[in-house]
Nanobody
Framework: QLQLVESGGGLVQPGGSLRLSCVASGDDLTYYTVTWFRESPGKGREGVSCISRTGTSTVFLESAKGRSTISRDKTKNTVYLQMENPEQDDTGIYYC?????????????????WGRGTQVTVSS
């Protein structure tokens, strides 16, 4: 049974940087496509960025394009989301989610394994 635990959230200043970690246990995370989602008031849960089983990355969120990087560390069974110049609109709960498909998707029902989330607050 795959278990996911997010970390790295907290209070972040605008214009700084942010790195979130999604650590997996119970299975090899390279067998899964992993997406970071963000949940914020009034916007629901939306896909931010995805890395497929083959290593292809996709940025779903228009506002995150050019500012975010998703990556894997196979030795640590971890997927990271790095975001530069965070903005107040980046505030929310960030979840990592996994599915066994080879392709990325930004649809919540397509993912069967979820972490509990990590809160990110962007504020000066």
């Amino acid at each position: 049974q795959l278990q996911l635990v997010e970390s790295g959230g907290g209070l972040v200043q605008p214009g700084g940087s942010l790195r979130l970690s999604c650590v997996a246990s119970g299975d090899d995370l390279t067998y899964y496509t992993v997406t970071w989602f963000r949940e914020s008031p009034g916007k629901g849960r939306e896909g931010v960025s995805c890395i497929s089983r083959t290593g292809t990355s996709t940025v779903f969120l228009e506002s995150a394009k050019g500012r975010s990087t998703i990556s894997r560390d196979k030795t640590k069974n971890t997927v990271y989301l790095q975001m530069e110049n965070p903005e107040q609109d980046d505030t929310g709960i960030y979840y990592c989610a996994a599915r066994v498909s080879y392709s990325c998707s930004n649809l919540v029902p397509h993912y069967h394994d979820w972490g509990r989330g990590t809160q990110v607050t962007v504020s000066s």
